[in-house]
């Protein structure tokens, strides 16, 4: 069974820079895509970014590209976000996923909350 536990969520104004990790067990992480996703409140759980099992084929969604950059350690199996230049709106609670077919999330993370404040 496959586990991924997220850290380094937080409180930071804006303009401020937080990197998430996730750390994953229990499966092939490298041999699999990788993806981070965002929700707030009354809303849709959103992709945010996802990366290949080899780490050489990322993609973002338009409003954090230049920002945010994915990016995955498969010795380590620790996938990562790095969020540099942070606004109000990118308050979430962020979600790292095991992707698989169709780069559907498989499974989960428990979440952590990153708030940005003005």
């Known amino acids: 069974q496959v586990q991924l536990v997220e850290s380094g969520g937080g409180m930071v104004q804006a303009g401020g820079s937080l990197r998430l990790s996730c750390a994953a067990s229990?499966?092939?992480?490298?041999?699999?895509?990788m993806g981070w996703f965002r929700q707030t409140p009354g809303n849709e759980r959103e992709r945010v970014a996802r990366?290949?099992?080899?780490?050489?084929?990322?993609d973002y969604i338009d409003s954090v590209k230049g920002r945010f950059t994915i990016s995955r350690d498969n010795d380590k199996n620790t996938l990562y976000l790095q969020m540099n230049s942070l606004k109000p709106e990118d308050t979430a609670v962020y979600y790292c996923?095991?992707?698989?077919?169709?780069?559907?999330?498989?499974?989960w993370g428990q979440g952590t909350q990153v708030t940005v404040s003005s």
């Open positions: 996923a095991l992707l698989g077919g169709n780069w559907s999330p498989r499974y």
């Open positions: 990366i290949a099992w080899f780490g050489g084929n990322t």
């Open positions: 229990g499966g092939s992480f490298s041999s699999y895509p």
